[in-house]
């Protein structure tokens, strides 16, 4: 490397390090903080660095070799660029590029040309974009916004960041960021509120959430943020209050409730001795659908242009509704949506501006988050209701009251699914479902792990309301129990966390943390947003009205893909049997895809005739692969159109796949030849270059060129036996439709 590739290689890291992004001049792009390399100037000369901010030069700056002093004419050649730019180039002073800089990688010297008769500084860095305007006297709503470094960041918090910057530049206010749990959403927000607030106008940011357990838990993670300038965290350099007595509203950043935030702005009283049960009335009013829109009033505390921007945490919820006015009152604010799961209606609150979309499955490519799997339990008294016969004694608890009564009675009671656990509570229920689970936990749900009833996965159970809470935990204690010396489960083993078991905050960091806390059960503080990993079960013994997040099974392929890929160690060698939709299926399947195929040799593919290694319809593949070099070729045999096996009257065989074998040039593939070409275009033997495999639509690796007609030689005996499998699959379907349906007419 010559001496002056190494200066410049030196001050590109330089700028770099004080948040400018390098580009060519033919990459520039107007309205940016950016560095143009080889600028032309007036008289058709190049500039070696020229500086913009929001399409204005502020700065050129002149590199030369490592070994340069830097004297005077350097000095002029640099001055000479600065009065002489080209006409078209836009400026923050007439004909004057207004700051100069000198450097040669290892010295960096500069002069402010708006202070007359001023000397040059010699400077131990560059100058940042915000450094820069305030040496000029000038301001930008986001020309300071420096080179966003990616280190450190997950792929999506970076482009959500990225793209939220560039929403903003271009004038939208409503912005949607999609993030899967576990992401980092709240990080993503920290990071914009300090960019917002060092590099910006922004004085004032509001993080809104619809929950006190998540203020708290958010309230934690600003205060430790330090990715900033000089590694300080965000409570060194502003103030984080979470939302509790009236003064707090005077932070830089503000966490609040909506409910909180309204008793602010319209003058009530303010008090944090009830959060729990604020939380989970909130619940029970979304539930129950019994929100009325909020009114404002005219006598409001708060100027409408108190905040800035407006960070809005589980943006998925219903706060547009009740609370829109709320959130409208301050509409001169930029505001940034976080959800994991997006409705409708956030959809169209926002204008469909989604800045980032990074969905549950692309979390379990990346190793963010596991696989989930569902296990289902189902009892008659679940699926079709009970009844309580004539002369049965019950127990009769009014709401809101401590006295109960007991009684026999007097008729025969039927009660539908849905009355379950809300009007009527069945302790039998109860303990069919969690005696169910727990013999599950060991035979089907974990079988590989030692029996240890003391340490069972931890368990989160969904109840209904506080008093089904209160009876699950009571239920599970005897169901648990029984499998202890004395009867009964460890003191800490099951506990609810709701408004009325005290600490709520101190109960969800003992599940988090104690090992001995097994089982919790919540209704809605331990739920969206609150961070337990060492969670592995969750238990919903209540309907859930929302969108399913699970895998569906053939995402089960995928998912034994990717562990393979976790496992196997480098070098090491794989072949293994899939089914095709893990070759053709899109979105996070093609993320899998693409992984094996960058960091994994797929150097051939055998297709298999229909029904060998799966259920009969199911085509499968064997694919081989080494780990360690990115796939260049695909070698690909076809032993599947055109040939059909059956189970009773041809079989596949060893001897099948002898040309396969031959073909495969085990220990020296190197001498692989194609039996495929233009003189024999249905040859089973074909060679895909990388450029082909690469150009595929989502990477699909469905490669098919032979044009034979398959022939079914499968005798009656076999055929009746497809149709009535086939038969039988529909009416399972059918029967789950009328499941789903539930009765509804259409």
């Known amino acids: 490397m010559k001496p002056e590739e190494r200066a410049r290689v030196k001050i590109d890291k330089q ?46 700056v002149e590199a030369k070799k490592e070994d340069n002093p830097l004297g005077e004419n350097v000095k002029k050649q640099a001055e000479d660029y600065a ?65 966003l470094e990616k280190q450190g960041l997950r ?59 998540l203020a708290r838990q958010t309230e934690s993670e600003f205060n430790l943020f330090d990715r900033t300038e000089k590694q300080q965290s965000l409570s ?3 103030k984080i209050n979470r939302l509790r007595k009236e003064s707090d509203i005077k932070g830089d950043i503000v966490i609040s409730t909506i409910q909180k935030l309204f008793a602010v702005l319209t003058g009530q009283a303010l008090s944090d001795d009830n959060e729990d049960t604020e939380d989970e009335n909130a619940k029970r009013a979304e539930e129950k659908e019994l929100e009325e829109v909020v009114q404002l009033g005219s006598d409001l505390k708060l100027p409408s242009d108190y905040f800035q921007l407006i960070v809005v945490d589980e943006c998925h919820r219903s706060i547009y509704g009740k609370w829109k006015a709320v959130l409208d009152y301050f509409s ?74 007991t009684y026999a009675v007097t008729n ?9 656990d809300r009007s009527v509570i069945n302790r039998n229920q109860m303990k069919t479902v969690l005696t169910a689970y727990k013999n599950a936990i060991y035979t089907e749900l974990y079988p590989e792990r030692e029996v240890k009833w003391e340490y069972i996965p931890k368990t989160l159970i969904f109840a209904k309301d506080d008093n089904h809470a209160t009876e699950i935990v009571n239920v599970a204690k005897k169901v648990f129990g029984s ?85 196997v160690k480098p070098e090491g060698r794989v072949a293994v049997v899939l089914p095709d939709n893990v070759l053709t299926d899109g979105n996070a399947t093609a993320k899998v895809r693409e992984r094996l195929l960058k960091g994994f040799n797929l150097h051939t593919i055998l297709r298999l005739p229909t029904g060998i290694f799966y259920a009969g319809g199911v085509k499968t593949n064997v694919l081989f692969f080494e780990k360690g070099k990115e796939t260049k070729d695909i070698w690909v045999y076809d032993y599947r159109t055109g040939i059909k096996h059956t189970m009773a009257t041809k079989p596949m065989t060893r ?66 036996s497809d149709m009535e499998d086939k038969a039988t699959a529909i009416a399972g379907a059918i029967s789950k439709l009328q499941e789903i349906l539930g009765g509804i007419e259409l």
């Open 15 to 60: 700028l770099n390090n004080a948040g400018w992004e390098i580009v060519s001049r033919n990459e520039y792009v107007p309205n940016s903080t950016l560095v143009v390399k080889e600028a032309i100037m007036r008289g058709n000369i190049e500039s070696d660095y020229l500086l913009f901010i929001e399409d204005k030069a502020i700065a050129v």
């Open 83 to 147: 009065v002489n730019p080209q006409p078209w180039y836009g400026l923050w002073f007439d004909n004057l590029i207004p700051l100069v800089y000198m450097a040669n990688g290892n010295k960096i010297y500069y002069k402010n040309m708006l202070v007359p008769d001023s000397e040059y500084e010699e400077l131990t860095e560059m100058h940042s974009p915000k450094k820069m305007l305030q040496l000029i006297g000038k301001k930008s709503e986001f020309g300071a916004l420096p080179l």
């Open 155 to 213: 792929e999506c918090q970076y482009k959500a960041e990225i793209n939220l910057e560039k929403s903003l530049k271009s004038g939208n206010k409503k912005n949607l960021a999609i993030l899967a749990t576990g992401s980092g959403k709240t990080y993503l927000a920290c990071l914009a509120s300090y960019r917002m607030l060092n590099y910006t106008a922004t004085k004032r940011v509001l993080f809104l959430v619809d929950r006190n357990n």
């Open 236 to 238: 060194e350099l502003y």
């Open 332 to 405: 001169g604010a930029k505001v940034l949506g976080l959800t994991a799961t997006p409705t409708p209606e956030a959809y169209s609150y926002f204008n469909n501006n989604v800045i980032e979309k990074y969905t549950y499955d692309d979390s379990v490519v990346d190793g963010v988050n596991v696989p989930s799997r569902v296990y289902r339990i189902t009892t008659e008294v679940t699926e079709h209701g009970g009844t309580i016969e004539a002369g049965t004694e019950i127990i009769e608890a009014p709401k809101g009251k401590s006295e109960t009564t």
């Open 412 to 420: 025969t009671i039927e009660y539908a699914p849905t009355q379950l």
């Open 483 to 567: 499998e202890f010396e004395n009867g009964e489960v460890p003191e800490n083993y099951v506990k609810k966390i709701t408004y009325s078991s005290g600490d709520s905050n101190a109960l969800i960091r003992d599940f988090r943390i104690e090992k001995d806390f097994r089982i919790a059960v919540t209704v809605t503080l331990v739920a969206t947003g609150t961070d337990v990993r060492p969670l592995e079960v969750v238990l919903f013994m209540k309907d859930v009205q929302s969108d399913v997040l699970y895998t569906q099974m053939k995402g089960r392929g995928c998912n034994f893909l990717q562990h393979i890929m976790s496992i």
């Open 655 to 720: 001897a099948h796949l002898d040309d396969f074998v031959e073909c495969y040039c085990s220990g020296h593939m190197k001498d692989r030849k194609q039996t495929y070409s233009e003189e024999n275009p249905n040859g089973r033997w074909r060679k895909f270059t990388a450029e082909e495999v690469y150009s595929r639509e989502q990477l699909k690796l469905d490669f098919k060129w032979i044009d034979l007609e398959e022939k079914d030689d499968r005798t009656v005996t076999e055929l009746l």
